[in-house]
């Protein structure tokens, strides 16, 4: 099972505000998917704000350059 899998699936699993932020999937630009999740925060705001900002630290981490940017696929 894939990283993005499991933390998809621990976001799907949780009961606190959280959220899980992935780069979009395109078989044209990508060949990889690059995600960031944050569990049973305060807040949905602040889920979201550091789900977007592990993503982006992932992406940066692997020198991404190319496919899509980050962003927020699922929230609660």
């Known amino acids: 099972m894939?990283?993005?899998t499991k933390a998809y699936k621990?976001?799907?699993a949780a009961s606190g505000h959280s959220a899980y932020a992935t780069t979009p999937y395109s078989r044209v630009v990508s060949l990889?998917?690059?995600c960031g999740a944050r569990l049973n925060a305060p807040s949905q705001k602040v889920?979201?704000?550091l789900a977007m900002k592990?993503?982006?630290a992932t992406r940066t981490?692997?020198?991404v350059t190319n496919g899509g940017a980050c962003e927020i696929a699922a929230s609660k």
């Open 2 to 4: 894939s990283p993005c």
């Open 10 to 12: 621990a976001y799907v």
């Open 32 to 34: 990889y998917i690059l």
């Open 47 to 49: 889920a979201e704000d």
């Open 54 to 56: 592990s993503c982006l």
């Open 61 to 63: 981490h692997y020198k």
